[in-house]
């Protein structure tokens, strides 16, 4: 199921599931053997004595990390960061503890890790995949909806299952997303992590499973976690908004340099014809710096510097001959017009053109065609 030298680590968050760990972690340790796979049990301190069920399967591979009840988010950032930095976990497990997934078929998770992916999701919604009959129609309902908000609101088109809990994770990419700077803590984490993880170029698979209610124990989902889903799913979908008001920022501030240059240079008795290219040059170049470094700088992008640099050039003069040839043009109807609102109006078609062409091919991120 995993390379001889590669450590797995399931990471199970606990509250209130003394009824259900013991039988779960005996399965667990049971089906993988291999001195390479671990557990770790992230309790929020349960007031039911979980954590004293955990301590008594003290084969070495067993762990314990407890804290504050603080949502499930937060305890699966605690612990998938304590797999990684303490247990030295080269695939972390995410599953529930309450047998909703079957211990057995993390194997095949793993499997499709084995054969390149970089996140496998046991899902619901795939084909073959299933969930229990003794759902009721509202919980279907939510089910069903919920992981429809997340791919039409939360921009996760292309997985069927993007609420699942169920997943293997390669932790070279967990390392990559930042785990820290996630801000759901509560059941929307799943869908904030696959969010980041796809940006970041993950390779994700679907697999199908089964999905059991639980047989002991009580859920933990109420109308609290339901609201802060639906908020998330708003949040996820402005950050586009928010790469395009930095993005006009950028171009505010790349008119300011504009005007700037051209008027000192009209004030040294420079020509208007030869210094407006100039100026409009200028302002490319500082553009290209603050697009890079501020407002597409949370991309994982495709392409190098070095390359992203020739095609912001090769845009630029797009846009360069396309603001001039509008500043000429007006120049030349318009004779008796002041030199600066010609050079401000040639300065509008340039900058959409240069937006267009560079957020789709210049800052190109890994793992997704949809471009801000």
């Not at 797009?318 to 500043?327: G, N, T």
Request: hydrophobic content about 45%; aromatic content about 10%.
């Amino acid at each position: 199921m995993s390379s001889d030298c590669e450590v797995v680590c399931f990471v199970i968050p606990t509250y209130n599931e003394a009824l259900n760990i013991s039988p779960l972690l005996g399965q667990l340790t049971q089906i993988y053997r291999d001195k390479n796979t671990k557990f770790l049990v992230v309790d929020d301190d349960s007031p039911d004595g979980t954590a004293q069920h955990v301590r008594e399967f003290a084969d070495g591979r067993v762990f314990l990390l407890q804290g504050e009840r603080r949502g499930l988010g937060d305890a699966y950032v605690r612990g998938i960061t304590h797999a990684m930095d303490v247990l030295g976990a080269d695939v972390v497990v995410q599953m529930d503890a309450d047998f909703s997934h079957d211990p057995a078929a993390a194997a095949k998770l793993l499997r499709r890790l084995e054969a390149g992916a970089d996140v496998a999701i046991g899902s619901r919604y795939v084909e073959g995949g299933s969930i229990d009959e003794r759902w009721n129609l509202r919980r279907r309902l939510l089910s069903r909806w919920g992981n429809r908000l997340a791919r039409w609101i939360g921009g996760l088109r292309g997985v069927s299952d993007c609420t699942a809990g169920f997943k293997a994770i390669r932790t070279s990419k967990l390392r990559e997303v930042g785990l820290g700077d996630l801000r759901a803590r509560g059941y929307v984490f799943q869908v904030e992590l696959l969010h980041r993880l796809l940006r970041s170029g993950a390779c994700v698979v679907e697999e199908p499973i089964h999905f059991r209610d639980r047989e002991r124990g009580e859920t933990k989902l109420g109308m609290a976690n339901m609201l802060e889903f639906l908020l998330s799913m708003l949040l996820l979908r402005s950050r586009s908004h928010v790469t395009f008001l930095k993005f006009c920022a950028t171009g505010l501030c790349g008119t300011v340099v504009n005007l700037l240059s051209f008027y000192l240079m009209l004030r040294f008795g420079i020509n208007k014809f030869f210094a407006s290219p100039v100026a409009i040059a200028v302002s490319i170049f500082s553009n290209f710096v603050m697009n890079n470094h501020w407002t597409f700088s949370d991309r994982v992008m495709i392409s190098r510097v070095p390359e992203r640099g020739f095609k912001f050039a090769a845009v630029s003069l797009l846009a360069l001959l396309l603001s001039y040839s509008v500043f000429v043009a007006l120049s030349n109807f318009f004779p008796e017009s002041a030199p600066l609102l010609l050079q401000a109006c040639g300065i509008g078609p340039g900058a959409l053109l240069s937006y267009y062409l560079n957020s789709r091919w210049t800052f190109v991120e890994k793992g997704t065609d949809k471009r801000v």
